[in-house]
């Protein structure tokens, strides 16, 4: 009987050399080649963006990861008050620009967090390296306010003046150039008050808007709301200085004369439509008028002295003092 033939197995396509051939690198060649496609390469392994040893680097004794403030680049908060907070929160250890290059991705989320995510290998090896790129990619500018959008502020009539200055304090630390004292910043928080509150304190000197804000505090419901509650016997003047405390309060030695309603034109005030007002220089001769008119009596102990005895000294005629004067 004759042997019948058995096929070989099949041999492999070799290169000449008898090495094997690299087929998907050829087939990547052809379309390169005669198509002008390049291969999409997918690597979806995560790659530091910085150096390896950078995460070998000793942490200081119990050190705890601060909580940081996240930025997504989709808020209003600015790029660099987001480095300025990263930096603060990273505490002493911002000296280090290793630990804070390897800490800041922990300070971002969303599409911030992404874009570090995506930085090529090792492409950040300084600090100022991978601030500048933040800056470049998410950097919106300040709205940077100027003295008018400050006297230019009004508080609304649902509005407390705690919540009112508040929001002056967040357009004044917008005006990054204007340069005001802690008294003429509070007369231009203080003209954006509601009129019957401007009314009622009109008297008082302010010396700081948080002064102001600790006199006014409960300044909520409107001043005619209150005026129509009001059933104290004695009406009192309030006077307030910087210099008031809690064992130094001034005792008033005159008061209002009740179920008087005889009108007194006041001939130091100018008339102005719909508004009153008069020169506070002259609290000494509105003081006498009332007074001569009935609207205003003294206590019984409360003698007030002639002029020429109060010549040149400070006198308050309503509370028979010497530190202040009538006003």
């Known amino acids: ?26 087939i990547a060649e052809v379309m390169r080649d005669q198509f002008g496609l390049k291969p999409k390469l997918q690597n979806l392994m995560y790659r530091n963006s910085y150096p390896a040893v950078y995460d070998q680097l000793p942490l200081p004794h119990k050190y705890k990861f601060p909580d940081f403030t996240k930025f997504s680049g989709q808020g ?11 930096i603060i929160q990273c505490g002493e250890e911002a000296q280090n620009d290793a630990l804070k290059v390897r800490l800041f991705s922990m300070s971002l989320s969303g599409s ?39 006297t230019n502020l009004r508080q609304r009539n649902d509005e407390s003046v705690t919540t009112f200055i508040q929001r002056f304090r967040v357009v004044k630390n917008r005006c990054f150039s204007l340069v005001m004292s802690d008294q003429q910043l509070a007369e231009v928080a203080f003209q954006g008050l509601l009129q019957h509150i401007k009314e009622k304190y009109a008297c008082q000197e302010f010396y700081s808007i948080s002064q ?85 009596k003294l206590k019984p102990y409360h003698k007030i002295s002639t002029d020429q005895v109060l010549k040149n000294i400070k006198y308050c005629k309503w509370h028979n003092a010497t530190s202040h004067d009538t006003n």
């Open 1 to 26: 009987m004759a042997a019948l033939p058995i096929a070989s197995p099949a041999l492999q396509p070799a290169s000449t050399d008898g090495q094997q051939i690299d087929w998907a690198s050829k």
């Open 76 to 86: 209003v908060v600015s790029t660099v008050e987001q480095i300025n907070r990263f």
């Open 112 to 150: 911030a967090f992404t874009w570090f995510t995506t930085l090529p290998s090792n492409s950040i090896i300084f600090w100022a390296d991978l601030e500048k790129q933040f800056h470049q990619l998410f950097y919106s500018s300040i709205e940077k306010m100027k003295l008018p959008d400050l």
């Open 212 to 296: 102001m804000a600790h006199r006014m505090t409960g300044e909520v419901k409107p001043y005619e709301q209150k005026r129509s509650n009001f059933q104290k016997k004695v009406n009192f003047v309030d006077y307030s200085d910087a210099s008031d405390s809690d064992d130094d309060q001034m005792v008033e030695s005159a008061e209002w004369v009740q179920n008087n309603k005889k009108p007194i034109a006041c001939p130091f005030g100018n008339k102005e439509p719909e508004k009153y007002w008069f020169d506070i220089t002259k609290a000494d001769k509105i003081f006498d008028l009332l007074l001569s008119e009935g609207q205003i």
